[in-house]
T-cell receptor
């Protein structure tokens, strides 16, 4: 089944304890992205990746890191989580990102993170 | 980069009535405008999209219109049903190969649609 998966789905942690949220897609998609969703603020992009080893900052990258060593995986790393990073996180992927060949962006199931 | 504004933030309608959600965008080079529906506790899913070479697109009870001159696009849902209740997001695609907007989707803040039976 074609899908985007995220793990964990729920996580409660404490300030300063490094964590990684994994994202994987099995559709051979080039483009992957991380968003955070907060009430009233919609979906804000954290980082995105056009392809392997190509990543760039979105609108709210502070406090986050990403890597794209393989096409299928795009982990989100919080080196020192803080309470303001409590949020719902979505990973998404699409086949390509060019306007002329843009394809639907598929979202993962979401990870609800609470930082105490 | 692109800025997408979405209105209203909440919308309540009676079952059977129509619902309209409007979005404006700032980058005149944007060429692709998808709409996503997010049901409670679920992930956003694409419901309809439109490219700049057309002014309107329909899919059963939903339609999207685009006015490139005015830089706004709208989602129209007719004969609303309780299962249409969800958060709807509009988005605009930043034109590829334009620096930091490279192929990025910019989302509006969402509209909570409630359809009362």
């Amino acid at each position: 089944e074609a899908q985007v998966t995220q793990n964990p789905r729920y996580l409660i942690t404490v300030t300063g304890k490094k964590l990684t949220v994994t994202c994987s897609q099995n559709m051979n998609h080039e483009y992957m992205s991380w968003y955070r969703q907060d009430p009233g603020l919609g979906l804000r992009q954290i980082y995105y990746s056009m392809n392997v080893e190509v990543t760039d900052k979105g609108d709210v990258p502070e406090g986050y890191k990403v890597s794209r060593k393989e096409k299928r995986n795009f982990p989100l790393i919080l080196e020192s989580p803080s309470p303001n990073q409590t949020s719902l996180y979505f990973c998404a992927s699409s086949l390509r990102s060019g306007v002329s060949s843009y394809n639907e962006q598929f979202f993962g199931p979401g990870t609800r993170l609470t930082v105490l | 980069g692109e800025n997408v504004e979405q209105h209203p933030s909440t919308l309540s309608v009676q079952e059977g009535d129509s619902a309209v959600i409007k979005c404006t965008y700032s980058d005149s080079a944007s060429n692709y405008f998808p709409w996503y529906k997010q049901e409670l506790g679920k992930r956003p899913q694409l419901i309809i999209d439109i490219r700049s070479n057309v002014g309107e697109k329909k899919d059963q009870r939903i339609a999207v219109t685009l006015n490139k001159t005015a830089k706004h696009f709208s989602l129209h849902i007719t004969e609303t049903q309780p299962e249409d209740s969800a958060v709807y997001f509009c988005a605009a695609l930043g034109e590829a190969d334009r620096g930091s907007t490279l192929g990025r989707l910019y989302f509006g803040r969402g509209t909570q649609l409630t359809v009362w039976p």
